[in-house]
């Protein structure tokens, strides 16, 4: 009965963790896009329900462990671009695209090797400048309003000491009592708490195409689906690579009319279901990601609730709330980026045109972050004499450990 109850239980904890360690982020990435409440609050509803369709076929259907997320970077790459000429339908539009982009890529193997193989230098530079604006929100926040964001930071640091897991779920139950005791009693009147779906008609700018959807799509890819594959793989699993952009590129279209903006493997949260913590045989662990993706499409139930205290909150408190969520991520990130000294002043230019947040012809720092440091490598590429006094080129690694679908399943 026990080894029953026990991935079930992993898959609990696996969608509270993830549903509260991130909301925030994607609310604010939502809002920051052009969407009103109700938009957000669907938007949110809408991933939860395509992430949970999409883990549980693909834990059923491969017997592995394969946990469903939203892209927590993509909902920080909203928060760093804004809102694109054209409001709102352009950022649908936009979803709709990167969608497309992710089943292209499970659908056409070279295309998912060409986005694996961008150098991780450059990509986790990209991404560390994608996050540095929200990760430096717990910091503006403790100067702005230090009474309230005093203790969420306090909190977050206590638990992130003791119980690291629950560190962000903590710092949030603490600034959701900050918010109700700092509110005026009529903050949630007039609040539509019930979930509801918002369609939204989409509309393409070209701008957009090359500033939000290229960058969605490369960000998603990079920092969710790569590390994503690495995890399993680090556990034993060689799950089909395919298969897995083709389900959650298809829910990210599914959710994208009703304002999900990306569904991807889960990279933070994928441990929890895929280690041994889930079940000591690995052959059972995929109860745990089913579990977890029903859990998190019941969390969904919850949007409207969610949104509605994020509206009522000083902006600033849930972006701090958001930033400390990240600030692995950015760890990790930049970590990647400044290893290899042969690349680190391209990863270092990749950074700082990305989180600049400069916007050229409508197409923001992420795409001419990437741009920039790629010309970089390009331009400086080293040289090193080989033994029969040639010339050989210093290759440039790029990410490693995607699998293609012929590869076997974990025994």
């Known amino acids: 009965m026990a080894g029953r109850v026990q991935p079930v239980l992993a898959g609990v904890v696996t969608a509270l963790v993830g549903f509260a360690s991130s ?3 994607v609310l604010a990435g939502l809002r920051a896009a052009g969407a009103s409440d109700a938009q957000a609050a669907s938007g949110l509803l809408a991933l939860c329900v395509a992430c949970g369709l999409a883990a549980a076929w693909l834990g059923w259907r491969h017997r592995i462990p394969m946990s469903v997320a939203w892209s927590t970077p993509g909902a920080a790459l909203l928060v760093a671009t804004g809102a694109p000429p054209g409001g709102w339908p352009v950022a649908v539009g936009a979803f709709l695209v990167s969608g497309v982009l992710i089943v292209a890529a499970g659908l ?7 986005v694996a193989a961008i150098p991780k230098p450059v990509a986790g530079a990209m991404l560390a400048g994608v996050l540095l604006p929200l990760c430096t929100a717990p910091v503006r926040a403790l100067v702005e309003l230090p009474a309230v964001a005093g203790p969420v930071v306090v909190g977050w640091l ?10 962000v779920p903590g710092a949030l139950l603490v600034a959701v009592v900050a918010i109700a005791l700092t509110s005026p009693p009529t903050g949630l009147t007039g609040a539509t708490l019930a979930p509801s779906i918002v369609l939204t008609a989409p509309a393409w700018e070209a701008s957009a195409l090359v500033g939000l959807a290229l960058p969605l799509f490369l960000v998603t890819m990079a920092a969710q689906n790569v590390p994503g594959m690495a995890v399993l793989a680090g556990y034993g699993y060689r799950p089909p690579f395919g298969a897995a952009l083709r389900a959650t590129g298809l829910a990210s279209l599914l959710a994208a009319p009703a304002g999900g903006h990306a569904v991807n493997l889960a990279a933070i949260t994928a441990a929890l279901a895929a280690g041994p913590d889930a079940h000591p045989d ?4 995929w109860v745990a990601s089913v579990t977890a993706g029903a859990g998190l499409a019941l969390l969904g139930l919850g949007a409207g609730v969610a949104t509605a205290l994020v509206a009522v909150a000083p902006p600033i408190l849930i972006e701090a709330v958001a930033g400390l969520a990240l600030l692995g991520a950015l760890a990790t990130a930049l970590a990647a980026a400044v290893t290899d000294p042969a690349t680190r002043e391209a990863a270092v230019v990749t950074f700082v045109v990305t989180a600049s947040g400069v916007t050229l012809i409508g197409v923001g720092g992420a795409f001419w972050g990437l741009i920039a440091g790629c010309l970089m490598l390009l331009l400086f590429h080293r040289r090193r004499p080989s033994a029969d006094g040639q010339e050989k080129s210093t290759p440039v690694q790029g990410n490693r450990g995607v699998q293609a679908d012929r590869t076997p399943q974990h025994h």
Not at 282 to 285: I, L, Y
């Open 158 to 167: 206590l638990l992130h000491r003791f119980a690291r897991r629950w560190a």
């Open 23 to 25: 909301f925030t982020v």
């Open 108 to 114: 056409f193997p070279p295309l998912g090797r060409a």
């Open 282 to 285: 690995p052959d059972r662990r």
